[in-house]
């Protein structure tokens, strides 16, 4: 089962990334744009995991999530993954006072780690993917609006993704709600 673990958006900042898209859209083409229902911000990618490792994986989500406060953040500037000289992924950065949310990742990675997920090697880009685009392209991205709107992330989730023709299918296997920790 292809799954990943992530903070879910509320549904006005979601609607504040759609917007930006759409002004996007109008600039960039080739884009295939993630859907409003599927923006979140993705903790760790785990890939294929075999059922018998479900219970673990959200065991430690779990105790994660009980030692952290619900997240304050803020929407930050656009950008373009791996630049904008050559761009595949479009984005909308999240600023984050205090690194508490660089915090988590890396508590979240080291529980992970001890169940055999290896660490990422990349240092963690806080970023709510936009859109992929099909061939690599040069782009220039237009003014983002809704920089420093707040966005307020209270719970992990377990995702399952199912991939289909029109684009995938994302399920929640569980979900964690940050506590009173840390």
């Known amino acids: 089962m292809r799954t990943f673990l992530a903070l879910p958006l509320e549904s006005t900042v979601r609607r504040e990334l759609v917007r930006y898209q759409e002004v996007c859209a109008k600039m960039i083409t080739s884009v295939k744009w993630v859907e409003e229902e599927n923006l979140h911000l993705t903790l760790?990618?785990?890939?294929?995991?075999?059922?018998?490792?479900l219970t673990r994986i959200k065991s430690a989500a779990g105790k994660v999530a009980a030692a952290f406060p619900a997240l304050n953040l803020s929407l930050g500037r656009p950008g373009a993954f791996p630049n904008f000289?050559?761009?595949r992924v479009l984005w909308v950065g999240l600023a984050d006072q205090g690194d508490k949310l660089r915090l988590l990742v890396r508590?979240?990675?080291e529980e992970l780690a001890l169940?055999?997920?290896p660490r990422e090697e990349k240092e963690f880009v806080a970023h709510l993917t936009l859109g992929r685009l099909r061939e690599p392209a040069r782009v220039v991205l237009p003014p983002f609006s809704g920089e420093g709107m707040p966005v307020r992330m209270s719970k992990i989730v377990f995702y399952r993704s199912i991939l289909t023709p029109r684009g995938p299918l994302y399920q929640a296997l569980s979900e964690f709600e940050l506590s009173k920790g840390v």
């Not at 760790?44 to 490792?53: A, D, H, I, T, Y």
């Open 115 to 117: 169940l055999g997920f």
């Open 85 to 87: 000289g050559r761009a």
């Open 107 to 109: 508590q979240l990675e």
């Open 44 to 53: 760790k990618f785990l890939g294929e995991v075999p059922q018998e490792q």
